[in-house]
């Protein structure tokens, strides 16, 4: 992840300028390019695939929007692009922006984001904890597949590994998983998933 430097952009102006470019974020006004790699977009896919098929068998009201720009926080110019997320279609009606354009600012149209950890690993396992839980968000799953969290947030000796957030209260409880050990999701609680399901070849 590369941080350009830049005069600091209002969300409008993100919105305006880089809303159709997958490659950037705004964090507190400052501009990230997230320079995603293959293996990145692969992991993701793979994922967002798994999931998909769980929704479907399901027959759950839920999607996986193609692109998708979450604002957590109003008076705030940040915006994420989180790797998958999922939304509740049956509250989207709500969204104040969404039938112009794929934003959302309520945490209740969210039932579950995902993060493929990169080269800003601090941002996915400290910034974006926060973030998603102010917001409200039920689940978040933190996709480290190269290990290269520290040791604090993916133990020793550094692997790769799974963390699943759940929200309970106000903060995330957080459960690890390693290679061969089978996920657990509160809100996909049949999902057949483990991390050697989406590494990449």
């Given at each position: 992840m590369a941080?350009t430097p830049?005069?600091?952009?209002?969300?409008?102006?993100?919105l305006?300028?880089?809303?159709?470019?997958?490659?950037?974020?705004l964090?507190d006004?400052?501009?990230i390019?997230?320079?995603?790699?293959?293996?990145?977009e692969?992991?993701?896919?793979k994922l967002?695939t798994?999931i998909?098929?769980e929704?479907?068998?399901?027959?759950?009201?839920?999607?996986?929007?193609?692109?998708c720009?979450?604002?957590p926080?109003?008076?705030?110019?940040t915006?994420?692009?989180?790797d998958?997320?999922i939304?509740d279609?049956?509250?989207l009606?709500?969204?104040?922006?969404?039938?112009?354009?794929p934003?959302?600012?309520?945490?209740?149209?969210?039932?579950?984001?995902v993060?493929v950890?990169?080269?800003n690993?601090?941002?996915d396992?400290a910034?974006?904890?926060?973030?998603y839980a102010?917001f409200?968000?039920?689940?978040y799953?933190i996709?480290?597949y190269k290990?290269?969290g520290?040791?604090e947030f993916?133990g020793?000796?550094?692997?790769?590994?799974f963390?699943v957030?759940?929200?309970v209260?106000?903060?995330?409880?957080?459960?690890?998983y390693?290679?061969?050990?089978?996920i657990?999701?509160?809100?996909?609680p049949e999902l057949?998933?483990?991390?050697?399901?989406?590494?990449p070849?």
């Amino acid at each position: 992840m590369a941080y350009t430097p830049s005069r600091f952009l209002t969300f409008e102006e993100f919105l305006n300028q880089y809303g159709n470019n997958p490659r950037y974020e705004l964090a507190d006004g400052e501009l990230i390019d997230m320079e995603p790699t293959g293996h990145h977009e692969a992991v993701g896919g793979k994922l967002a695939t798994k999931i998909s098929v769980e929704i479907e068998r399901q027959n759950l009201p839920w999607l996986i929007p193609r692109t998708c720009i979450v604002s957590p926080f109003a008076n705030e110019a940040t915006a994420r692009r989180p790797d998958v997320v999922i939304l509740d279609e049956t509250v989207l009606s709500n969204e104040p922006l969404w039938s112009r354009e794929p934003v959302i600012t309520l945490g209740r149209s969210i039932k579950l984001v995902v993060e493929v950890v990169s080269t800003n690993w601090e941002t996915d396992y400290a910034r974006k904890v926060e973030e998603y839980a102010l917001f409200g968000i039920p689940e978040y799953w933190i996709v480290d597949y190269k290990g290269l969290g520290g040791i604090e947030f993916i133990g020793r000796p550094k692997q790769p590994t799974f963390t699943v957030c759940r929200l309970v209260g106000e903060d995330y409880q957080k459960q690890r998983y390693r290679l061969g050990e089978a996920i657990a999701s509160e809100h996909l609680p049949e999902l057949r998933l483990q991390l050697d399901d989406v590494m990449p070849r």
